[in-house]
């Protein structure tokens, strides 16, 4: 039962455009997302996070939207960059159990020059 | 500040063996999470720890056990190994309460020959 999901595998972007990577979640009592970079081999690096009694947070190029009834979030970087080509994991927790992170399979953003 | 830093980064092990790996969290955080990726399981969480007492646990194997210092570093141990343990295994440290960003090590890469 996979409780996080980002559907598309994979994302090319042409450099300047935006990139919006997407994220669905099927459990209610998660009330805390974020969103991680990852590099191979290396461990995942925090971007941007919200929290549920929100709907919009920003960060620089980074701006995670929430949609609770639609149990979905996305992830907008504009504008995109070479060095944005990484995986993006969304990851859900609840605030009782704060550190346990549930992630989903990663997106695969490739950014073209 | 430095960051969280794991021990080692790379080792191979022979099945049936058992592996101690050791994350430092970053100074002040007291919560110390562990978690495991692999190609075809993803991200999954295997356990947290605060205060030298395990707060959470995931759905991992006896085989897997951790522990938490006074001075919040922690291992984690895996006994009698398997092909399927090899993985990057990723520490995250954070502060207390819901809402804090958690942050990631570089790992430890384990491959189990």
């Known amino acids: 039962d996979q409780q996080v999901k980002q559907n598309s595998p994979s994302l090319s972007v042409q450099e300047g455009r935006i990139s919006i990577l997407n994220c669905d979640y099927t459990?209610?009592?998660?009330?805390?997302f974020l969103w991680y970079k990852k590099y191979p081999a290396e461990g995942p690096t925090f971007l941007i996070s919200i929290s549920s009694i929100k709907d919009k947070n920003e960060d620089g190029r980074f701006t995670v939207f929430l949609n609770k009834s639609a149990k979905h979030l996305s992830l907008h970087i504009v504008p995109s960059q070479p060095g944005d080509s990484a995986v993006y994991f969304c990851?859900?927790?609840?605030?009782?159990?704060?550190?346990?992170?549930?992630f989903g399979q990663g997106t695969r953003l490739t950014i073209n020059p | 500040k430095a960051g969280v830093t794991q021990t080692p980064r790379y080792l191979i092990k022979t099945r049936g063996q058992q592996v101690t790996l050791s994350c430092s969290p970053i100074s002040g955080h007291r919560s110390v999470s562990w978690y495991q990726q692999t190609p075809g399981q993803g991200l999954q969480f295997l356990f947290e720890y605060f205060s030298e007492t395990q707060r959470n646990k995931g759905n991992f194997p006896g085989r897997f056990s951790g522990r938490q210092f006074s001075n919040s570093r922690s291992e984690m141990n895996v006994s009698t190994l398997e092909l399927g343990d090899s993985a990057l295994y990723l520490c995250?440290?954070?502060?207390?309460?819901?809402?804090?960003?958690?942050?990631f090590g570089e790992g430890s890469w384990l491959t189990v020959v």
């Open positions: 995250a440290s954070s502060g207390t309460g819901g809402g804090n960003t958690i942050y």
């Open positions: 459990n209610s009592m998660f009330d805390y």
């Open positions: 990851a859900a927790s609840t605030m009782q159990g704060a550190q346990k992170l549930v």
